[in-house]
C-alpha cells in the first residue's frame, strides 16, 4: 500500500511540475528547458520547505540538549540538507521502488536480523541498511506492516509470523530485531504478546519510547499511540519539566504508551539498544528515546529518516548485530 501511495503522490508532483512548466513557457515566454529546470527547481523548494518545517515543529516539543551536544550553525545545516536526502531518497525512490523481502547470505554472520520499519514506510526504507548488511554477510528479512494507520498491536502478527519464518529458514533459534522509529515500539508490542525466546537483541533508531509531540499532527490510530501530550497546566512554558526521559515541555506519554510500560517487566530493556540524536525532527522530545535499563547511544547532528542511512549509524547497527551472538560472528 505504501508502495502504491508513495508512486501515486511521485506522479501527481510530476503533473503539478508539468503544469508549472507549461505556464512559464506559455504565460512567460520562457525556453521549455528553462521552464522544466524552474518548475523542478520549485518542486524541491516545496520538498525542502516541508523538511524544514518538520524541525521547526519540533522545536516545540524539544528537550534541552546537553552542552557537550550542541552543533554549529555549520553542522546544523549539514544535519538538514542530510535529512532532506534521506527523506528525498526514501519517499521518492526505496519505499516507492525498492521494497524488498530480505537476503540471505552464503556465509552468514552473526545472528539472522529482522528489519521493521516505521511510520508511513515499508520494507524499502532499509534499502540502503540493507546493502551494508548484506556486505557484512548478515542474513536479514524485512516486514511491511498494514494497514499503513493500523493500531500498532495489530502490526504484532506479521512480526512474529517474520520471525518464526526467519527462524526456520536459517536453522536459529534467536533472532535480531533491528526496528526505526515506530518499529521500536511494534517490537515491544511483540515482546508483550510472545515474550523474549525468540529474540537476542532489540536495536532501535529513533524510537518515540515515551511518545513524541509530532504524532499529534499525524493520522490514524498508530500516530495518537504515539502522542506525546502537553500538559495544560504547563501553558507552554518552555522551562516546564517532567519525567526522567528530559521532557522540556512538560508533557506526558499517551495512555497506550503508559499501558504498554506498565506490560513490561523492569528487565526487558536489557534486550534493548536504543540509537537516537539530540537533533531528531520527528522525535521531539529527543530523549523520548531514551529507554532506562537499555543500552542508549545518544548521537548529534543526525535527523530522524537519515539514522537508517547515516554511516555512523550503520557501523553501530553492524556492531551491535555481531556483538548480540559473539560465537556466531
Not at 523542478?40 to 516545540?60: K, V, Y
Not at 520499519?117 to 498494514?146: D, F, K, P, Q
Not at 502490526?155 to 530485531?177: D, I, K, M, Q
Not at 506498565?262 to 539498544?273: D, H, I, K
Request: aromatic share 8%.
Amino acid at each position: 500500500m505504501v508502495a502504491f501511495i508513495t508512486r501515486i503522490l511521485l506522479l501527481v508532483q510530476l503533473a503539478i511540475a508539468a503544469a508549472i512548466a507549461y505556464v512559464l513557457k506559455h504565460f512567460f515566454g520562457m525556453h521549455i528547458a528553462s521552464a522544466m529546470l524552474s518548475a523542478a527547481g520549485m518542486l524541491l523548494l516545496l520538498r525542502m520547505l516541508i523538511t524544514a518545517n518538520n524541525f521547526r515543529l519540533s522545536w516545540r516539543f524539544r528537550s534541552d540538549t546537553p552542552p557537550a551536544e550542541r552543533i554549529t550553525l555549520r553542522h546544523a545545516w549539514r544535519l538538514y540538507l542530510e535529512e532532506f536526502r534521506a527523506s528525498l531518497f526514501s519517499s521518492s525512490w526505496s519505499m516507492p521502488f525498492g521494497a524488498f523481502a530480505g537476503h540471505h547470505s552464503a556465509k552468514s554472520r552473526g545472528l539472522p536480523v529482522l528489519l521493521i520499519h516505521g511510520y508511513g514506510c515499508n520494507s524499502g526504507y532499509w534499502r540502503s541498511m540493507s546493502r551494508l548488511l548484506g556486505t557484512a554477510g548478515i542474513t536479514h528479512r524485512a516486514v511491511s506492516l498494514e494497514p499503513v494507520f493500523g493500531d500498532i498491536d495489530s502490526f504484532v502478527p506479521a512480526v512474529h509470523a517474520a520471525v518464526e519464518n526467519l527462524c526456520h529458514a536459517t536453522g536459529s533459534r534467536r533472532v535480531v530485531l533491528l526496528a526505526h522509529s515506530m518499529g521500536g515500539l511494534v517490537a515491544r508490542a511483540y515482546l508483550c504478546a510472545h515474550g523474549e525466546a525468540r529474540i537476542a537483541r532489540v536495536i532501535t533508531l529513533g524510537t518515540p519510547h515515551h511518545g513524541t509531540g509530532l504524532a499529534n499532527f499525524g493520522l490514524g490510530s498508530n500516530s495518537e499511540q504515539m502522542r506525546w501530550v502537553i500538559n495544560k497546566s504547563s501553558n507552554g512554558n518552555s522551562n516546564a519539566c517532567s519525567g526522567e526521559y528530559g521532557d522540556g515541555r512538560g508533557g506526558t506519554p499517551s495512555a497506550w504508551l503508559q499501558e504498554l510500560a506498565a506490560r513490561e517487566g523492569p528487565q526487558r530493556y536489557g534486550l534493548f539498544t536504543s540509537i537516537y540524536s539530540h537533533h531528531d525532527n520527528i522525535i521531539a522530545p529527543q530523549t523520548s528515546a531514551h529507554l532506562p535499563g537499555a543500552r542508549n547511544i545518544a548521537l548529534h547532528g543526525v535527523g530522524h529518516v537519515a539514522l537508517g542511512l547515516n554511516p555512523q549509524v550503520q557501523k553501530i547497527v553492524i556492531d551491535e548485530i555481531l556483538a548480540a551472538a559473539p560465537d556466531a560472528g
